[in-house]
């Protein structure tokens, strides 16, 4: 209750009609005294929000804030994340990140994986690979993989070549080319024969048909 001169007001006297527009001012307000029931739907805008008013308190559980609404350039750390978090290979840039110290020793990573520089590797090896015997002269091919038992791709072989019976010589064609190189004696001449790309097999002939040759291997060249 408060009195003005003769006139006494009593608590609850004075209404809205009674309040001219704008005339509250915040001063005129108590600390807190504004509750969420005094405000109506949509009345407090952004521009009413001082800004860092807003902490994680007030944000609810429930509240879904919009992924566009946070700013989380270099902020997500390696803690953030959970470790069955399985984030998808595509999500991942790592262009050039790989470092050899991240592999591991036990990693067996397959050629096919390796597709820079792939490195020559000699096989050594020492035996017949071959009974060479045609009635013709036409050229012939040897598959390297089932002679050699080899499942790498095989870049040039080491032969040489004995002949058991006849009168002629056996040529290889390095590349299956139309170039010849001649076999005729094993135990003076072997020659190093590079292999067609993709065929695994080594191309041949018999200048005499009916000879009879031993076909040995001294070791092979395979991409690994």
Known sequence: MARFGAYVLRNGEITTDHLADDA??????????????????????????????????????????AYSKLNL?????NADIKAAA?????KLDLTDEILNADIAAAAAIISSKLSAGKIPLWVPYNGKIADITHGDTSKHTLDLEAALTETRTIIAVQ???????????????PNEGTAALALEDWTV???????????QR?????????????LYCYGYIVEV
Do not use: P, W
């Not at 001012?25 to 509750?35: I, N, P, R």
């Not at 006849?166 to 040529?171: F, N, V, W």
């Open 73 to 77: 350039t270099g902020e997500i750390l």
């Open 24 to 65: 509250v001012t915040t001063e005129k307000l108590a600390d807190e005294a504004v509750t969420e029931e005094k405000l109506e739907n949509d009345a407090v805008t952004s521009d009413k929000i001082k800004d860092g008013e807003i902490r994680n308190a007030q944000i609810h559980a429930t509240a879904r804030i």
């Open 86 to 90: 399985a984030i998808a290979y595509s």
């Open 159 to 173: 032969v040489g070549a004995g002949r058991i019976s006849g009168s002629g010589a056996m040529a290889v064609y």
């Open 189 to 199: 001449y072997t020659k190093l024969v590079t292999i067609a790309a993709g065929t």
């Open 202 to 214: 080594l191309q041949y002939n018999l200048d005499t048909s009916g000879d009879d040759f031993d």
